[in-house]
């Protein structure tokens, strides 16, 4: 039985199992490269037969995920991208971030989160429409300072 055949068993015997559960994301080509030492193209068309039989769908830029391609891309698509900012919001809000030190670059958290920079783009935008963040150009994004009572004086 060729190498991605077996990938692609091991793979379904995880999702048959619970391991996996509907809606999860499925290890990337990467993560399934270092796992199982297997080249990244076998890593490719072990996804691909899952795929191809229903098992799993992909999300370009964001990657596979448990479950039939009937499940509504555009919904699991900003499933991610909002998940995202409401988690980086409440650690915003909880002050896990100083003031004067930017947040996570778009890299470390599309690595954090096992996202594309795209989605972490979609979900820093929406905290910048809050508020709750901003952006230096060239230097970062930080958590916008919180208004301290009396802080505006009437300067007339």
Same mark, same amino acid.
């Given at each position: 039985?060729? &190498? *991605?055949n077996?990938?692609? @068993?091991?793979? +379904?015997?995880?999702? @048959?199992?619970?391991?996996?559960q509907?809606?999860a994301?499925?290890?990337?080509e990467? @993560?399934?490269?270092? !796992?199982?030492?297997v ?8 996804? +691909? !037969? &899952? +795929?191809d039989?229903g098992i799993? *769908?992909?999300?370009?830029g964001e990657?596979s995920y448990?479950g039939p =391609? $009937?499940?509504? +891309?555009?919904?699991? $698509? ?6 995202i900012?409401d988690? &980086? ?6 002050g896990?971030? =100083?003031?004067?030190?930017p947040l996570?670059? !778009?890299?470390q958290l599309a690595q954090? *989160? ?6 972490v783009r ?11 963040v901003y952006?230096v150009?060239?230097?970062?994004? *930080? ?6 009572k ?7």
């Amino acid at each position: 039985m060729p &190498l *991605y055949n077996q990938l692609a @068993d091991v793979l +379904r015997k995880r999702i @048959d199992d619970g391991v996996l559960q509907p809606g999860a994301l499925v290890p990337s080509e990467a @993560d399934l490269v270092s !796992e199982f030492g297997v080249a990244r193209i076998t890593a490719r068309r072990a996804v +691909r !037969e &899952l +795929r191809d039989a229903g098992i799993i *769908y992909t999300i370009r830029g964001e990657g596979s995920y448990v479950g039939p =391609e $009937s499940a509504s +891309r555009q919904a699991r $698509s900003g499933w991610r991208f909002q998940t995202i900012a409401d988690d &980086l919001a409440a650690k915003v809000q909880a002050g896990d971030f =100083e003031q004067d030190v930017p947040l996570p670059s !778009e890299t470390q958290l599309a690595q954090q *989160y096992d996202v594309a920079k795209g989605t972490v783009r979609r979900a820093l935008t929406l905290l910048r429409d809050q508020g709750l963040v901003y952006t230096v150009p060239g230097r970062g994004t *930080y958590p916008t300072p919180p208004i301290r009572k009396g802080a505006c004086h009437d300067l007339g």
